[in-house]
């Protein structure tokens, strides 16, 4: 699987983007996940979803701001981020956890198996 995430950019305190990741080869039945990681930081895990969309998963720092969704059709999964703050700085990583039959969404770095390059956002005061 081939990951690759665009929408990241420059924005206000207080706006928004949306995030997409196109994935290519093989993309049944894998959990998505978003995670970040700032200078100097540790990634940390963001969001996660799972293959159908019934299950989603949020660290607090988005919790009630970023909306995670799915589009299996068109192999998409996307992160929409409302009530931007300066600390969502960061590059965002779209991940694939390719373990079939998961019953609960992970948040570890290491259980997911691919991973895009990246996207920049940066968020001003």
């Known amino acids: 699987v081939q990951l690759v995430e665009s929408g990241g950019g420059l924005v206000q305190a207080g706006g928004s983007l949306r995030l997409s990741c196109a994935a290519s080869?093989?993309?049944?039945?894998?959990?998505m996940g978003w995670f970040r990681q700032a200078p100097g930081k540790e990634r940390e895990f963001v969001a996660a979803?799972?293959?159908?969309?019934?299950?989603?998963y949020y660290a607090d720092s988005g919790k009630g701001r970023f909306t995670i969704s799915r589009d299996n059709a068109k192999s998409m999964v996307f992160l929409q981020m409302n009530s931007l703050k300066p600390e969502d700085t960061a590059v965002y990583y779209c991940?694939?956890?390719?373990?079939?039959?998961?019953?609960?969404?992970?948040?570890?770095?290491?259980?997911?198996?691919?991973w895009g390059q990246g996207t920049q956002v940066s968020v001003s005061s």
């Open positions: 080869g093989t993309f049944s039945g894998y959990t």
């Open positions: 991940a694939a956890d390719r373990l079939l039959g998961r019953l609960i969404i992970s948040t570890k770095l290491a259980d997911y198996d691919y």
């Open positions: 979803i799972s293959w159908r969309g019934g299950n989603t």
